[in-house]
């Protein structure tokens, strides 16, 4: 568990979207959603460890990274 839990980053994200979605948002969204991660989401294969600030676990912040950078470069490749 984080050991701070400042605001619920993943409920406000969720409305977010709603919110585009509902507005008619003319650009894709996409929300990626991952259990106990904080918000030290960076490049793959680096250092997870630091949870004081970031929150999460270094497992799952690793999944995340790593999960994430797919669709990070999947959506550069569309610009």
């Not at 997870?48 to 690793?62: C, E």
């Amino acid at each position: 568990m984080a050991l701070y839990n400042w605001w619920p980053s993943s409920l406000h994200c969720k409305r977010m979207v709603q919110r585009l979605a509902e507005h008619e948002f003319p650009h894709s969204c996409l929300h990626l959603d991952y259990q106990d991660v904080g918000h030290g989401i960076r490049f793959p294969y680096i250092p997870t460890t630091n949870l004081r600030m970031n929150g999460g676990t270094a497992k799952n912040n690793a999944h995340a990274a790593k999960d994430s950078w797919h669709h990070i470069l999947a959506f550069l490749e569309q610009l």
